[in-house]
Nanobody, 128 residues
Framework: QVQLVESGGGLVQAGGSLRLSCAAS????????MGWFRQAPGKEREFVAA?????????YLADSVKGRFTISRDNAKNTMFLQMNSLKPEDTAVYYC????????????????????WGQGTQVTVSS
């Protein structure tokens, strides 16, 4: 049974930073993508970032977070991170960690439908 557990959310002032962690257990993910999504109240879940679990440092970021967020992983600890700097009130959302069961393709990483496993989410609130 695959488990993804997020941590690191909280309340921060605009301009501040948070680091989210996603600890994975139950299996390894080979070359598959792992990703971060977020969902604000009344909005659809949206892509934030994705990284290939192995096969080089291949990662993608949504345009809205480029230059502010960084995604990384520690394969030895089976953990993925999302470093969030220069946070804005519009970054307020529940952030979810997700993983694919297998590698589908180089372009299959932006849609929530392309992920098979999900964490329970962690709340990030940015005050103005």
């Amino acid at each position: 049974q695959v488990q993804l557990v997020e941590s690191g959310g909280g309340l921060v002032q605009a301009g501040g930073s948070l680091r989210l962690s996603c600890a994975a257990s139950g299996r390894t993910f080979s070359n598959a993508f792992m990703g971060w999504f977020r969902q604000a109240p009344g909005k659809e879940r949206e892509f934030v970032a994705a990284i290939r679990w192995s096969g080089g440092s291949i990662y993608y970021l949504a345009d809205s977070v480029k230059g502010r967020f960084t995604i990384s992983r520690d394969n030895a600890k089976n953990t993925m991170f999302l470093q969030m700097n220069s946070l804005k009130p519009e970054d307020t959302a529940v952030y979810y960690c997700a993983a694919q069961r297998t590698y589908y393709s180089a372009s299959n990483y932006r849609s929530a439908l392309e992920y098979d496993y999900w964490g329970q989410g962690t709340q990030v609130t940015v005050s103005s």
